[in-house]
């Protein structure tokens, strides 16, 4: 067969720059084995850019819904129309932090070259809107061909059927074309078919990244190999580690190659890297000019408070970096530290992630104040800060022999870990003061005797007194219950 190289172009969408809709936009094309060739689009939207309203069941959550017109034309004529409506999850606040509505379209589209376009309208604001375009390509004729290539945010087995479930994976995508810093891993979906009409029974998948317009030379580290039996489809799912890898501009390559290693098809998908602060230290905030910042025009109480709630958020060296400048009590210095962080996270306008930020610590304030100090300094409100507000929580204030407690879930935290529970409680019985006693995160207080500790008023005896994790039996003790032990 002949050799080709097939380039996927990174889909570049032409947004109205008037729009408030915030969107990214993604789409991937699959060949239909038992139906027809089908078209995936991927949407994101900044929960920030559209409007949240109360529900009228149940009230006090809070929800936003964007209709999307989908166009594909073929010579400036439409030739299919789709209508979808997103919804944002439901809240607790009229103003998200963090939130975004994502979806997953699968739409049959027949072989042809096309413009798509697509058409948001915030369901709660009808002048917000914003129109998207973008050339899509479907051509798939036979032989052995490669999908294209799908960016996972990350991926799961399951039994569900859904729009984001294929091939038994659960697939969450990443919806842009630029990893930053702190993604260290590249995961990818692809299809391989056609691989059964070739004289062969197995054959190889290839795939690697390497720097733009490379040729097919790899970069060190990057490279992996799958071995697969002939079938009218081939599953691929992967991940690279770049940690490593540069700043700079480069292409993630899938090949399908034979049992001599030739080459039989590849195709390429452009992305890139980004380190903003790759060659600067965090010392190097003092060299920060703040001039005509959004720094700049915060009152010093403002500025205290958004720096001290920057805390929760900083690793080691960073705190220390911050103790210090906190001690010397500089006001410049403080604001030149602001900035400095907030530009991290956003070269572009720093004081959107700014302000989001700031909703949270504000709602922190409301709910975890007491008479030891603001709520962004307690054990909650870092917690809170830190991995975004639980899915539940459970709160025990009259069980016999523990003092008030809670315990606090998360399906998935803001850093990716699942299945989180974070056990809080008041020793001390003074209003709001609750300490973290117990967590299963990565990194947080993870205490064996925790149950131990919550009723270390009842006496213990015998058996019970031996035992270093559990507690003696008593009546109303339902702590472990709750966390999910018993």
Same mark, same amino acid.
Not at 99 to 125: F, H, K, S, W
Not at 163 to 175: A, C, D, E, N, S
Not at 345 to 366: C, G
């Given at each position: 067969?002949?050799?080709?190289?097939?380039?996927?172009?990174?889909?570049?969408?032409?947004?109205?720059?008037?729009?408030?809709?915030?969107?990214?936009?993604?789409?991937?094309?699959?060949?239909?084995?038992?139906?027809?060739?089908?078209?995936?689009?991927?949407?994101?939207?900044?929960?920030?850019?559209?409007?949240?309203?109360?529900?009228?069941?149940?009230?006090?959550?809070?929800?936003?819904?964007?209709?999307?017109?989908?166009?594909?034309?073929?010579?400036?004529?439409?030739?299919?129309?789709?209508? %979808?409506?997103?919804?944002?999850?439901?809240?607790?606040?009229?103003?998200?932090?963090?939130?975004?509505?994502?979806?997953?379209?699968?739409?049959?589209?027949?072989?042809?070259?096309?413009?798509?376009?697509?058409?948001?309208?915030?369901?709660?604001?009808?002048?917000?809107?914003?129109?998207?375009?973008?050339?899509?390509?479907?051509?798939?004729?036979?032989?052995?061909?490669?999908?294209?290539?799908?960016?996972?945010?990350?991926?799961?087995?399951?039994?569900?059927?859904?729009?984001?479930?294929?091939?038994?994976?659960?697939?969450?995508?990443?919806?842009?074309?630029?990893?930053?810093?702190?993604?260290?891993?590249?995961?990818?979906?692809?299809?391989?078919?056609?691989?059964?009409?070739?004289?062969?029974?197995?054959?190889?998948?290839? !795939?690697?990244?390497?720097?733009?317009?490379?040729?097919?030379?790899?970069?060190?580290?990057?490279?992996?190999?799958?071995?697969?039996?002939?079938?009218?489809?081939?599953?691929?799912?992967?991940?690279?580690?770049?940690?490593?890898?540069?700043?700079?501009?480069?292409?993630?390559?899938?090949?399908?190659?034979?049992?001599?290693?030739?080459?039989?098809?590849?195709?390429?998908?452009?992305?890139?890297?980004?380190?903003?602060?790759?060659?600067?230290?965090?010392?190097?905030?003092?060299?920060?000019?703040?001039?005509?910042?959004?720094?700049?025009?915060?009152?010093?109480?403002?500025?205290?408070?958004?720096?001290?709630?920057?805390?929760?958020?900083?690793?080691?060296?960073?705190?220390?970096?911050?103790?210090?400048?906190?001690?010397?009590?500089?006001?410049?210095?403080?604001?030149?530290?602001? !900035?400095?962080?907030?530009?991290?996270?956003?070269?572009?306008?720093?004081?959107?992630?700014?302000?989001?930020?700031?909703?949270?610590?504000?709602?922190?304030?409301?709910?975890?104040?007491?008479?030891?100090?603001?709520?962004?300094?307690?054990?909650?409100?870092?917690?809170?800060?830190? %991995?975004?507000?639980?899915?539940?929580?459970?709160?025990?204030?009259?069980?016999?022999?523990?003092?008030? %407690?809670?315990?606090?879930? !998360?399906?998935?935290?803001?850093?990716?870990?699942?299945?989180?529970?974070?056990?809080?409680?008041?020793?001390?019985?003074?209003?709001?003061?609750?300490?973290?006693?117990?967590?299963?995160?990565?990194?947080?207080?993870?205490?064996?005797?925790?149950?131990?500790?919550?009723?270390?008023?009842?006496?213990?005896?015998?058996?019970?007194?031996?035992?270093?994790?559990?507690?003696?039996?008593?009546?109303?003790?339902?702590?472990?219950?709750?966390?999910?032990?018993?």
């Amino acid at each position: 067969m002949k050799k080709q190289i097939l380039s996927l172009l990174v889909l570049c969408f032409l947004a109205n720059q008037s729009s408030a809709i915030d969107a990214s936009v993604k789409y991937a094309t699959f060949k239909g084995i038992e139906q027809g060739n089908y078209i995936e689009i991927y949407v994101h939207v900044k929960g920030k850019s559209v409007a949240f309203v109360r529900l009228d069941e149940p009230e006090e959550f809070y929800q936003a819904a964007v209709d999307l017109k989908i166009n594909f034309l073929q010579n400036e004529e439409i030739v299919n129309t789709e209508n %979808y409506t997103m919804q944002s999850p439901k809240i607790k606040t009229a103003t998200p932090s963090g939130i975004a509505l994502i979806d997953v379209l699968r739409l049959p589209l027949p072989n042809g070259e096309y413009t798509l376009e697509v058409e948001m309208t915030d369901q709660n604001n009808s002048e917000n809107n914003s129109t998207l375009k973008a050339t899509a390509n479907m051509g798939y004729e036979g032989g052995i061909e490669i999908s294209d290539v799908q960016l996972l945010g990350d991926y799961e087995a399951t039994e569900e059927e859904n729009q984001y479930v294929k091939h038994g994976y659960l697939l969450r995508p990443y919806t842009f074309d630029v990893y930053p810093s702190f993604i260290d891993k590249l995961t990818f979906y692809a299809e391989i078919y056609g691989t059964d009409a070739e004289e062969q029974d197995r054959f190889l998948v290839r !795939y690697y990244i390497q720097n733009k317009d490379g040729k097919g030379e790899p970069i060190t580290g990057t490279m992996g190999f799958k071995k697969r039996e002939a079938a009218p489809v081939s599953v691929i799912l992967a991940q690279i580690d770049i940690s490593k890898l540069p700043e700079g501009e480069y292409e993630l390559v899938v090949e399908v190659r034979d049992a001599t290693n030739e080459l039989l098809r590849s195709k390429a998908l452009k992305l890139s890297r980004s380190y903003p602060f790759q060659d600067s230290e965090i010392k190097d905030f003092e060299q920060m000019d703040i001039a005509g910042s959004f720094v700049e025009a915060l009152d010093e109480e403002r500025v205290n408070t958004a720096v001290r709630a920057l805390a929760p958020l900083l690793v080691k060296d960073e705190n220390y970096v911050l103790n210090q400048m906190l001690r010397k009590k500089d006001d410049l210095k403080k604001r030149k530290f602001l !900035y400095y962080y907030w530009l991290r996270e956003n070269e572009i306008d720093p004081k959107e992630p700014y302000e989001e930020y700031m909703v949270l610590v504000d709602r922190v304030n409301d709910m975890f104040t007491n008479a030891m100090g603001k709520g962004y300094r307690t054990d909650r409100g870092r917690i809170y800060l830190k %991995y975004g507000a639980p899915q539940d929580v459970v709160s025990q204030q009259s069980e016999p022999s523990a003092p008030p %407690y809670e315990v606090w879930f !998360y399906n998935r935290t803001i850093d990716n870990q699942s299945n989180v529970k974070f056990v809080f409680y008041n020793p001390s019985l003074a209003n709001g003061d609750y300490e973290l006693l117990h967590s299963t995160a990565r990194g947080e207080v993870n205490n064996p005797q925790w149950k131990r500790i919550l009723y270390s008023n009842i006496p213990t005896t015998g058996r019970d007194a031996l035992d270093g994790t559990g507690i003696p039996s008593h009546y109303g003790g339902q702590a472990g219950r709750v966390f999910g032990e018993w």
